[in-house]
C-alpha cells in the first residue's frame, strides 16, 4: 500500500491531468477544455406539442414598465412576477400579477442600472433561501469591458399593494469578463438549479455564445467566464431554465428554442441536442421569457413599442 501522503498526490495528480476536462464544478460535472459548436437543422426543428398557444393575460397596469427586458417568476409566491426595464431606467424592480396588475416597486439599494437585461430567480450561498439574479450584462455598442450580475434574496412580495415601493438591501454584486476580453453585448441570463451555475448568452456575436460563471461566483474581484458553446443562430433575447433543472429555453426575436435536460445532466451536453420550438406569438419587441416554478407553464413580456402597451402571454402545459 502507497503512504497515504503519496497517495493523495497521485490523486491530485491524475485528476489534474485527465485529458479533455477543465477543473471540476464545486458541486457538478467538468465543462471541456474547448467549447461545443451546437449544429442543428434550424429548417427542419419540430414544435413541442406539450403546450397551448398564448393567452393573453391583461396589459401592464404599471406603465412605468416600458422596457421590459427581465422576467422571473417568484418562487415564494408563483402569482407574482418580476420584471425590469432596461437601460435608462433606474435600480428597480417591479411586480406584476398573473393578470398584469401592478403591485408595486422595490429598489434594490447598492445597485445600478446602466443596462439590465435579464434576471433568474434560483438558489445561492445560503441553502433554502431563493435569490434574484438581475444581469448588468447589456453592451449595445461593445464598451464596457466589465459586466456585472447582481444577486439578492427574493424579497418578501406577500403584502405588496400597487403603492408600494419598498427598499431592498443585501445585494451582492458579481463582476467579470469574458475570457478573450473583449467587450460583447448579452441579454440572456439563465441559473442552473443544480449547480448554481450561471450562464450568460450574448446577443449580436454572428452565433450566440454561451459562457458560464461556476459555483461559487466570487464577490470581491472580477472573474472570468469559462466559454461553454457556439448556438448556430444568434440575437438570444432571453432564456431561462426550469426550477427542477429539466428543461432550458432560449428565445429569439421570432423563436423560443426548448432543450429536455436529464437529471444530473451538464447543461452543455443537454444542448448537443436538436432543440424543439416552443409555442410563441411574435411580439413588438419580446425580450422577457419566465418559467413557472411549477413548470405548468411559460410568460413572455415585450417591450414597449410606439404606443403599442405591452401585454404579458402565458402559455399553459396541457
Known amino acids: 500500500m502507497l503512504p497515504r501522503t503519496i497517495f493523495f498526490v497521485s490523486v491530485i495528480l491524475s485528476q489534474s491531468l485527465m485529458p479533455g476536462c477543465s477543473k471540476p464544478y464545486e458541486n457538478g460535472p467538468a465543462i471541456p477544455h474547448e467549447p461545443v459548436y451546437y449544429e442543428y437543422d434550424l429548417d427542419n426543428l419540430e414544435y413541442h406539442l406539450g403546450f397551448s398557444g398564448a393567452e393573453a393575460r391583461g396589459e401592464l397596469e404599471n406603465r412605468y414598465i416600458v422596457e421590459a427586458s427581465g422576467l422571473a417568476v417568484s418562487r415564494s409566491n408563483p402569482s407574482k412576477i418580476w420584471v425590469h426595464n432596461d437601460s435608462g431606467d433606474f435600480n428597480r424592480l417591479f411586480v406584476v400579477g398573473e393578470n398584469a396588475e401592478n403591485f408595486g416597486e422595490f429598489i434594490i439599494r447598492g445597485a445600478f442600472n446602466r443596462d439590465w437585461e435579464d434576471m433568474s430567480a434560483g438558489p445561492g450561498p445560503v441553502e433554502g433561501i431563493t435569490y434574484l439574479y438581475i444581469g448588468e450584462i447589456g453592451d449595445n455598442h461593445a464598451q464596457y469591458d ?130 424543439l420550438l416552443l409555442p410563441y406569438r411574435v411580439e413588438p419587441q419580446g425580450e422577457a421569457f419566465g418559467w413557472m416554478p411549477d413548470g405548468s407553464g411559460y410568460y413572455t413580456l415585450s417591450e414597449k413599442v410606439d404606443d403599442t402597451i405591452p401585454v404579458l402571454y402565458f402559455y399553459r402545459r396541457l
Open 146 to 275: 466589465i459586466m456585472s450580475v447582481y444577486r439578492v434574496p427574493e424579497p418578501d412580495i406577500s403584502k405588496l399593494d400597487s403603492v408600494a415601493n419598498e427598499p431592498v438591501d443585501g445585494v451582492e454584486r458579481i463582476d467579470f469578463i469574458y475570457p478573450d476580453g473583449r467587450a460583447r453585448d448579452a441579454e440572456t441570463l439563465m441559473v442552473d438549479p443544480e449547480t448554481r451555475d450561471i450562464y450568460i448568452v450574448t446577443k449580436r456575436d454572428e452565433r450566440s455564445i454561451v459562457y458560464v460563471a461556476r459555483y461559487p461566483q466570487v464577490t470581491g474581484k472580477v472573474i472570468t467566464l469559462d466559454k461553454v458553446g457556439y448556438f448556430p443562430f444568434n440575437r438570444a433575447l432571453a432564456g431561462d431554465i426550469s426550477a427542477d433543472g429539466s428543461e432550458i429555453a432560449v428565445k429569439t426575436d421570432y423563436r423560443i428554442y426548448y432543450w429536455q435536460r436529464k437529471r444530473g445532466e451538464p447543461v452543455y451536453e443537454a444542448l448537443k441536442r436538436q432543440p
